[in-house]
């Protein structure tokens, strides 16, 4: 089956084709997703912003489309950078820009507890299904190491790995991240009943 996604983030497609693979499902990026305006993500919470975004870009999808929101939520910070991790330092901000900004907040802090947070909202051309939520706790280090992964993830240090999100190859990474575990219980919920196959079609 095919389930199209809202989504034009390298990052994210490489993950969700990854983990499509695993269930049979080719994940594809929505056709003609460039052309659309932007959705305006201005909920206040992860899951309000997935929603917007699945019942928008769904309504113009040839069959179910998922969109997810996520981010990073840093306990010493009350929570940021939160629904904003994309543009912490400013809209249109680089990774290494809000990396940066994320370092210069943390100096000094001894509390380095985070997580990320991921929310996917399923919909059938426009008209939602359901939600599903990962988690996946880390720590924050006090310098970028390595080279893999998208955002924030050289600055995750996952401790079960003893190794930060930046040096977890993709496969390791999917295995136990928040996007890992919110797209896993999509995948289950559409394999449990062929009926919501046939949608995709
Ligand atoms: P969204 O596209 O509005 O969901 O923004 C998500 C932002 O959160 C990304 O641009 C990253 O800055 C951050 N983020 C979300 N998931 C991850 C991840 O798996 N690794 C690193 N950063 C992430």
């Not at 769904?58 to 998922?66: D, I, M, R």
């Amino acid at each position: 089956m095919t389930l199209y996604c809202a989504t034009s983030n390298a990052g994210k497609l490489r993950e969700f084709r990854l983990a499509g693979q695993r269930f049979g499902i080719d994940v594809m990026e929505m056709p003609g997703l460039q052309e659309i305006p932007p959705c305006d993500e201005t909920g206040r919470t992860f899951k309000a912003n997935a929603i917007l975004k699945a019942t928008y870009y769904g309504q113009q999808a040839p069959g179910l489309l998922f969109a997810d929101d996520s981010g990073l939520e840093v306990d010493t910070l009350g929570g940021a950078p939160g629904v904003v991790s994309a543009r912490y330092a400013g809209p249109g901000a680089s990774d290494a820009q809000n990396n940066a900004l994320l370092l210069g907040n943390m100096r000094g802090r001894e509390n380095r507890r985070a997580r990320f947070v991921c929310v996917i909202a399923l919909a059938n051309r426009g008209e939602m299904i359901r939600t599903f939520r990962g988690i996946v706790e880390g720590e924050i280090l006090d310098e970028a190491r390595g080279a893999e992964g998208f955002g924030y993830d050289p600055l995750f240090y996952y401790a079960p790995y003893q190794k930060s999100f930046g040096e977890a190859s993709v496969e390791e990474k999917m295995a136990v991240s928040h996007r890992g575990r919110a797209l896993t219980a999509m995948f289950r919920y559409l394999s449990d009943s062929p009926q919501r196959h046939k949608a995709a079609k």
